[in-house]
């Protein structure tokens, strides 16, 4: 069954680090353009990081200098290295495919969406 599964969520402090994998399978694995978005209690999901064309990166203006999109294609495998974590990065993160547009952060743009991934941030 094709499928986006994320994992690597947690509790950390703030300052800490955390690694989001998002493993695709069957009809994902072809997708050249990836995403990470969030959402946290009460607000919209928000796009956060996209992979788009193999090397090309886009970032919100929140996380930039502080997470980094990546993919291995060999596994499969989207991730989203977080470091110097802050409370305000406290939400469900979902990876997303199916955007025709490379890089977009748009939550509209994207078709298909994993279950999600609980990242929490204490101060």
């Known amino acids: 069954q094709a499928q986006l599964v994320e994992s690597g969520g947690g509790s950390v402090q703030a300052g800490g680090s955390l690694r989001l994998s998002c493993a695709t399978s069957?009809?994902?694995?072809?997708?050249?353009?990836m995403g990470w978005f969030r959402q946290a209690p009460g607000k919209e999901r928000e796009g956060v990081a996209a992979?788009?064309?193999?090397?090309?990166?886009t970032y919100a203006d929140s996380v930039k200098g502080r997470f980094t999109i990546s993919r291995d294609n060999a596994k499969n495998t989207v991730f989203l290295q977080m470091n110097s974590l802050k409370p305000e990065d406290t939400a469900m993160y979902y990876c997303?495919?199916?955007?025709?547009?490379?890089?977009?952060?748009?939550?509209?743009?994207?078709?298909?969406w994993g279950q999600g991934t609980q990242v929490t941030v204490s101060s």
């Open positions: 997303a495919a199916g955007s025709t547009f490379g890089g977009s952060l748009l939550v509209r743009q994207y078709a298909y």
């Open positions: 992979i788009y064309g193999g090397r090309g990166t």
């Open positions: 069957g009809y994902f694995s072809r997708f050249d353009n």
